[in-house]
Nanobody, 118 residues
Framework: QVPFVVSGGGLVQPGGSLTLSCAASGFAFQAYPMRWYRQDVGKEREVVAEMSASGGEMTWYADSVKGRFTISRDNAVNTVYLQMNSVNVEDTALYFC??????????WGQGIQVTVSS
């Protein structure tokens, strides 16, 4: 069973907005901190946003996206989101959602392409 269904990627103009969604199934979503990673061609995968497990609601952002991206989660539908505002060409990458908790299995979503271009 695929742990995540990822949607929302595509082509967006510089300065525009895009929202990625990652719907989970088959594991205890609410117990997991969630992360969004991205990887551009020739570069290492990097974490861009993180949100604590349900009840904590703490967030962390990479400096490169701070103030522009927002991570959120809706536990009623087992989904984590990444709202991307004021995007620029450096945001072009393959984006991945990730669930990782101490002493628990780790889950990755399939990558979804975001391309920022005019």
């Amino acid at each position: 069973q695929v742990p995540f269904v990822v949607s929302g990627g595509g082509l967006v103009q510089p300065g525009g907005s895009l929202t990625l969604s990652c719907a989970a199934s088959g594991f205890a979503f609410q117990a997991y901190p969630m992360r969004w990673y991205r990887q551009d061609v020739g570069k290492e995968r990097e974490v861009v946003a993180e949100m604590s497990a349900s009840g904590g609601e703490m967030t962390w952002y990479a400096d490169s996206v701070k103030g522009r991206f927002t991570i959120s989660r809706d536990n009623a539908v087992n989904t984590v989101y990444l709202q991307m505002n004021s995007v620029n060409v450096e945001d072009t990458a393959l984006y991945f959602c990730n669930a990782r908790a101490l002493s628990e299995p780790e889950y990755w979503g399939q990558g979804i392409q975001v391309t920022v271009s005019s």
